[in-house]
């Protein structure tokens, strides 16, 4: 069965902090995987990595994939309260067509 | 920018009644989904839409049913709503890309929150 999982579940950190996201997989003829921000209710896109150990970066936030190990990781440095979300990993698939499959995601606390 | 527009934020229904969950899209995407999202579960796909008057079933769609009529508005519908089907629902759309159907960049409503009492 394919599956997204994503640890930590939450985690709380201080402003300034330096926090990892986890998102291994298990998927048949994986094709992609993206991180999307929520915040109130509406998910925002964040990265799409297809190749394994590239780094894609946008401002202090940044993710790789490693296509050998099934995981990814989303890095975000010197956190800000407006950071305070949750994180979500969707895994695409050639099997799938249109569909993605989402982890639980991971709520992230920035507290000033 | 991409606007999914979901026409209510929260709904309060009673059991055994008939839920229409309506959402509109204004950039010509061919796709369109419906997941809800529970505390733990993540988001699960009910339907999808590769174009109009198609639908596809998605992982959970037992007790729910899709209508597209046009191509920018793809409309859940719950036949006879229960307590278990209390959910934030997730409407979203994406351009298929090149020659596959794909699902990448899906831009996402802000979310229904249904409550079946």
């Known amino acids: 069965e394919d599956k997204v999982v994503q640890s930590p579940l939450s985690l709380v950190v201080h402003e300034g902090d330096t926090v990892t996201l986890n998102c291994s997989y298990e998927?048949?003829?994986?094709?992609?995987l993206l991180w999307y921000k929520q915040e109130k209710k509406a998910p925002t896109f964040l990265f799409m990595l297809?190749?394994?150990?590239i780094e894609k970066k946008s401002g202090r936030l940044s993710s790789i994939l490693d296509k050998k190990e099934l995981f990814s990781i989303l890095n975000i440095t010197a956190t800000q309260t407006g950071d305070s979300a949750v994180y979500l990993c969707a895994v695409g698939s050639m099997e799938y067509g249109n569909k993605l499959v989402f982890g639980a995601g991971t709520i992230l606390r920035v507290k000033s | 920018d991409v606007k999914v527009t979901q026409s209510s934020r929260y709904l309060v229904k009673r059991t055994g009644e008939k839920v229409f969950l309506e959402c509109v899209q204004d950039m010509d995407h061919e796709n369109m989904f419906w997941y809800r999202q529970d505390p733990g579960l993540g988001l699960r796909l009910i339907y999808f839409s590769y174009d109009v008057k198609m639908k596809e079933k998605g992982d959970i769609p037992e007790g729910y049913s899709v209508s597209r009529e046009k191509k920018e508005r793809f409309s859940l519908i719950l036949e006879s709503a229960s307590t278990n089907q209390t959910s934030m629902y997730l409407c979203?759309?994406?351009?298929?890309?090149?020659?596959?159907?794909?699902?990448?960049?899906?831009?996402f409503g802000s979310g229904t929150q249904l409550s079946v009492l």
């Open positions: 979203a759309s994406s351009r298929p890309q090149g020659g596959y159907t794909t699902n990448e960049k899906l831009f």
């Open positions: 998927v048949t003829n994986f094709r992609s």
């Open positions: 297809t190749s394994s150990g």
